[in-house]
């Protein structure tokens, strides 16, 4: 089956950097794709001059300048040479600097020094992308996602940090299916084993809107709760953002073997990613129908004690416990629990938002006879939400002293990440 070609703009603030440079001509060199350099004043520009109708319009820059100049992307006749049907007129008007394209690609490994070029260009882009357009951000370009509409959650894991083991993507089992992965195998996909590579990822917090595809795979150990891979539906067009160390400059292991294999993987990753973002559905975004909730749940599996250890087995999705009802559960507990004594005071909180401190005391009703000296605080919002709750007591029985302490990060939708048997499981199954 031959893919249809794809018209990719890659987008650069100011020059390109060499990591950027060699993202540019790898992806220059792959069969069925053409690519242009597409400075982000050309994007800004098309957000910034109205014509008589007062839709938004672009004046003609030359993305082309900055390109190498033994770039096949760099030949003035390259365009005539596509011709009218290869790649295409990408999602609207082959004049247009952006609509011209199907996917633009921001690629960034290291922070620009001045300020984010996404955000003078973001209006445009979100209406590239309400059109049917594709945005795939790499590495640090994906910290930047709150700049479009699409989210107001950046990543909270943006920094360097050094491998010491090979390491790469966990994608989920529910989307193994997803264009991304059409050309590799399985779920667990090693990218990079050495170096110092930027690390861009949700961890203590989820994306408000989009839909976590891949966690993190380290040498034998999954981290579920590290998530790099994260897509969002944006009018009739998606974005991808792909925090894993997909680097192109040097190169991804010292074994020349081992280089090889994940920088294949890398290559058969970005590329899918790519495509996914050209297709109708190809780029998953939050689930918000029954349907969609249905599909999710096609798989659950339940982990027990049995006569011969510990059994896993899967389960109808009907027969599997609510998580959000359990979760939601299991943070109201201790809220009942520990802020229930005899004595208490409010008192305005020394904090950077506005927030009140309740100290509770005396007499701790909930935790019945055998609790003495018993303490907790909490800072509570104006509306009643704790955000912070400690206690401190005494066990009678044992003379031990007990702390406990909850923090709650934030409110909407639960989202129960699986435990890292899971993804056994779900891979033995394959």
Do not use: K
């Not at 595809?213 to 994260?230: E, F, K």
């Not at 953002?241 to 190169?251: D, H, N, Q, S, W």
């Not at 809220?335 to 509770?360: C, D, H, K, Q």
């Not at 939400?385 to 009678?396: D, G, M, N, P, R």
């Amino acid at each position: 089956m031959t893919q249809s070609p794809l018209r990719v703009g890659v987008l650069v603030a100011g020059e390109f950097s060499d990591e950027q440079r060699a993202a540019f001509e790898w992806l220059d060199a792959r069969d069925g794709v053409a690519v242009d350099a597409v400075p982000f004043e050309a994007a800004a520009t098309v957000a910034a001059v109205p014509d008589e109708a007062g839709r938004a319009t672009a004046t003609h820059s030359e993305p082309r300048d900055l390109v190498a100049a033994d770039s096949p992307a760099a030949d003035p006749s390259v365009d005539e040479s596509l011709g009218g049907s290869y790649p295409g007129p990408g999602i609207g008007d082959r004049d247009d600097e952006i609509r011209r394209y199907d996917v633009l690609w921001w690629h960034r490994a290291a922070p620009h020094p001045d300020a984010d070029p996404l955000a003078d260009a973001a209006g445009a882009i979100d209406d590239f992308l309400a059109d049917g357009g594709g945005l795939l951000l790499t590495l640090g370009a994906m910290a930047s996602v709150d700049r479009l509409s699409v989210e107001s959650v950046p990543p909270d894991r943006v920094g360097d940090e050094s491998l010491a083991e090979p390491t790469g993507v966990l994608w989920r089992s529910t989307y193994a299916d997803h264009p991304a992965l059409a050309a590799l195998d399985g779920l667990r996909h090693p990218l990079r084993a050495r170096g110092t590579v930027p690390a861009v990822r949700y961890e203590r917090v989820l994306p408000e809107r989009g839909e976590v595809l891949a966690s993190t795979v380290r040498g034998d150990s999954d981290a579920p709760d590290q998530m790099t891979a994260v897509s969002w539906s944006a009018g009739d067009g998606a974005v991808l953002g792909l925090g894993a160390p997909v680097l192109f400059a040097e190169p991804p292991a010292d074994d020349g073997p081992a280089a090889d294999r994940f920088a294949e993987t890398r290559d058969r990753l970005v590329t899918g990613c790519l495509r996914s973002l050209a297709v109708d559905g190809g780029t998953p975004g939050r689930p918000t129908t029954a349907a969609d909730m249905r599909r999710l749940r096609e798989r659950v599996y339940e982990r027990t004690a049995g006569p011969t250890g510990v059994e896993t087995r899967q389960i109808p999705p009907d027969a599997a416990p609510n998580a959000s009802a359990l979760v939601g559960e299991i943070a109201e507990e201790p809220i009942r629990r520990f802020m229930n004594g005899s004595e208490s005071t409010v008192l305005p909180a020394a904090t950077s938002v506005p927030l009140y401190r309740i100290e509770v005391s005396g007499d701790p009703g909930a935790l019945g006879d055998d609790v003495s000296d018993f303490r907790s605080i909490a800072f509570v919002t104006a509306d009643g939400l704790v955000l912070e709750l400690s206690a401190t007591y005494v066990h009678e029985p044992t003379g031990e002293r007990v702390r406990v302490a909850f923090r709650y990060a934030r409110l909407d939708d639960t989202v129960a990440i699986p435990p890292p048997w899971y993804w056994e499981v779900e891979s033995d199954a394959e």
